[in-house]
């Protein structure tokens, strides 16, 4: 409020971004070309495929869901909820719907413990930090963390704030639609589609050079903000 009273005219850059969907299906169509190519690929280079190509393109994936979190990419509320969900289908599970309350209440509440479940729980920082013996045992932990750390960015939320679990039709939807999606493409190419899903959904919240803003926007290093800008190359892939 204050800014828009400063300067109004920063009005005119609010709207939707109609590119939106237009890039959410090529990486839609991206994913499922991805795990039907790789579906007889040996371990290592299907590893590679998921780590370089499977990774970053969930985790644009992610970010298209955040964007429509906030009605981005369509004029209508459903619009976005109907795309999200689309945009959902390589992740490999339904999360798009129930996104949104969570998202909403780290906005309102920017790094208030025990409220904004981006940040860390006090379960993470003992086990990772106050319990660490040392530099190298706290630098392992913080390794094993960042590795697995898709894991507590998915599950702390409902533990902190289960009563937050979007319960309506469109939650409905978005498990009935996902699961089927996940069904129809074990059924068409095998069960190793879904994993390729899966799997690009873990390293895409892993160590991964996109997943680094989970640390920028949810970790205080400074002061007492938790949101760090990052105005790099990656930005031009990552819009």
Known sequence: MEILKKHPEIKTLMGFEWKTKYIVAATVALQIFMAWLTVDWGWPAYLVALY??????????????????????????NGNKLIG???????????SVNFK?????HHRY???DGVDCDVPTRLEGYLVTTTATGYWDHTARK????????????????IVKPDLISKDRWMMLNYAVQFSFDGVMAYWLGP??????LL????????????????AEHYVF???TETYSYYGPLNLGLA
């Open 85 to 95: 969900m689309f945009a959902n289908f390589p992740i490999g599970w339904p999360y």
């Open 52 to 77: 370089v190509v499977g990774g970053t393109a969930n985790h644009s994936l992610f970010l298209a869901i955040h964007e429509l979190s906030h009605n981005l990419g369509s004029k209508t509320m």
């Open 222 to 224: 400074e002061g007492e």
């Open 101 to 105: 309350p969570y998202h909403m209440e």
């Open 143 to 158: 390794a094993i963390f960042m590795f697995f750390q898709i894991f507590a960015y998915a599950l702390a939320p409902t």
């Open 200 to 215: 690009s959904t873990f390293f895409a919240g892993s160590i991964h050079p996109t997943a680094g803003h989970f640390i």
């Open 192 to 197: 190793k589609v879904v994993l390729y899903f």
């Open 110 to 112: 920017q790094g208030v």
